[in-house]
């Protein structure tokens, strides 16, 4: 048995794909280590992401929530200000919630492996308009262990990059081989 994948037999595969899952798997290749040891308390990653109506167009129907206050488009004109009991479009409030991995996952270092998303409580504060552009902030805050298990919490905040409004919170836990 062989230990390389055709890649054909993964289609449809694009060569960013492609890339991408080579680059991850020679990745954990070359170093990939536990998540307890590749965060400290106290480190903080940040990363901006603008919440295009394509992008909420594509979560809201992968988790069929079809709410018309998250439409910003319309079919003949694509962008369009929508409309919501607050004004325009907004995201749907949990999508936010979604990227905090992108976030937590420091791609500068080794990869993390054997982690496990085992908690979140998540703390809508305000709807964020469909446009808006937020930044998605992380801290881990503690290392602890319960049960013989290794646990990093981590706090995270979501907030307009314009305006500084302050959209989402949230605590969450990460456990670790």
Do not use: C
Not at 14 to 21: F, K
Not at 24 to 47: K, M, N, S, T
Request: proline share 6%; net charge negative; hydrophobic share 40%.
């Amino acid at each position: 048995m062989t230990k390389d994948v055709a890649t054909d037999s993964l289609k449809p595969m694009s060569e960013i794909q492609i890339a991408q899952t080579r680059a991850f798997i020679d990745g954990l290749e070359q170093g990939a280590v536990p998540y307890w040891d590749a965060v400290e308390i106290g480190d903080e990653l940040a990363r901006e992401l603008m919440l295009s109506p394509e992008l909420i167009i594509l979560y809201a129907d992968g988790v069929e929530d079809f709410n018309p206050w998250y439409e910003g488009w319309t079919m003949n004109g694509w962008r369009g200000p929508g409309s919501s009991p607050f004004g325009g479009a907004i995201v749907p409030p949990l999508l936010v919630s979604h990227f905090v991995l992108a976030v937590q996952f420091d791609h500068t270092k080794p990869f993390a492996i054997g982690s496990i998303h085992t908690m979140h409580e998540s703390e809508i504060l305000a709807p964020i308009p469909v446009g808006t552009t937020v930044e998605i902030r992380t801290r881990a805050t503690d290392k602890f262990e319960k049960r013989g298990r290794r646990y990093v919490r981590h706090q995270v905040t979501v907030t307009d990059i314009v305006n500084g409004t302050l959209y989402f919170r949230e605590q969450r836990d990460i456990m670790s081989l």
